[in-house]
Every structure is written in structure tokens, then in C-alpha cells.
């Protein structure tokens, strides 16, 4: 199956750059572009891709702003693509607070190339882009700064079995489904299992916002080793 991307970011530059990387891919068709993010919904709204790769700051309609018109469209509105941030390190505020709108994960805009291709069908077969240890110390340090608990979280984490409170906790500390796999013993399949029933339970779109519940309800906290 082709994915459908569209590219947002004011730079022409580094939107021709990443079309030009992504349409070479025989499984990848970028069906649009936009200079901003007002236009970016309504492209996005036009085509409906499967991925959108979104840049934080840009003029009429930040990122941020953007991702959140997609992920909660009004009333009539049924297509919600799959959000990836395009950032930099010095904007982790707006990062933390689109993973908690529903982004489905971020992408330093220096990345290698492989890394972008990789990053495009990760999301779009429905998992969170994680880099574990920078993903884990951004939300880490933004909880740290500007704590925002969710409403009554340990009464929602009362909801989880004791395995699937173990398997929340170490998908917070970065490890990745095999690594959880082999900490709790368990196969890979099993650990999925669980992870979906984690989601489903407390409502949570993907890893990422589970990693942002783990740390907002004190589960995991800033300074926890991996």
C-alpha cells in the first residue's frame, strides 16, 4: 500500500528536499505541500494523506496549532491523518504539547535521510516515533519544569492489571517492545498485547502519549534511570 504525504514547512527549500527524498521511495507518493499551517489543514483536508510531516514554527498557523486542527477536526470533518513534528532541540515546549495533542511523534530536520523514510512508514502503520532517550529526557524535563497532571490519574492507572502497569513504566523509560520483551521475559508478541490493552484503557492514542500519562500521572519521574 502507498503512503500519502504531504509536507508542511515555510523553507521551499527543505519541503522540495524531502519530496524529492520521499517520492524517490517506491511505497511513498507525496500528494501536496503548504507554506504555513493554515494552508497545510486545508491540503491536508483536500487529499487526505496518511502522513502529515509538520513543521513547529511557521507564519498564519504555527504547528502546534495546525496538528491540533487535524487531530481534533470539528464536527463533519471524519479524516484525521498521522502528525509527525518536524523540530529542533531548542523547541521542546512545543513538542511535548503536540504529542499530548495527539501527534504521533517528531523528527529532528537534520536527520539523516534513512532516518525521515524510516520515520514516514513507522507512523503510518500506526506506531509513535520514539527516540527513547531524547524523547524520554524532552517530556522528562518539560513535566519537570511545567507539571500538567491529568485528571485523577491514579485512578485511571487503577484500571491496569499490575503487568500492564509494568509494561506502561518501561515503555516511559525508553525501551522499545523487544527490550520490554526480554526484561519481563515475555514474547514479543504478548508485550504488543498488552501495550494495546494499555491504550485501550486509558484511552491513549500511541506510545508517545502513553509516555507523556506515565510521567504526568507518577509513574515514571524526572531523574528515573532507564
Known sequence: MTIRVIIVDDQAMVRAGFAALLSAQPDIDVVGEAPDGREGVR??????????????RMPELDGLSAARELLDPPRGVVHRPKVLMLTTFDIDDYVYEALRA???????????????????????????????????????????????????????????????????????????NQEIAAHLVLAEQTVKTHIGRVLGKLDLRDRAQAVIFAYEAGLVRPGDSA
Open 43 to 56: 491540503v491536508s483536508r483536500t487529499v487526505h494523506p496518511d502522513v502529515v510531516l509538520m513543521d513547529v
Open 102 to 176: 495527539g501527534a504521533s511523534g517528531f523528527l529532528l530536520k537534520d536527520a539523516p535521510p534513512a532516518d525521515l523514510i524510516a520515520a514516514v512508514r513507522v507512523v503510518a502503520s500506526g506506531e509513535a516515533l520514539l527516540a527513547p532517550s531524547v524523547t524520554r529526557r524532552l517530556i522528562a524535563d518539560f513535566v519537570r519544569q511545567r507539571p500538567a497532571p491529568r485528571k485523577d490519574p491514579a485512578l485511571r492507572l487503577n484500571g491496569l492489571t499490575p503487568r500492564e502497569t509494568e509494561v506502561l513504566e518501561l515503555i516511559a523509560r525508553g525501551l522499545s
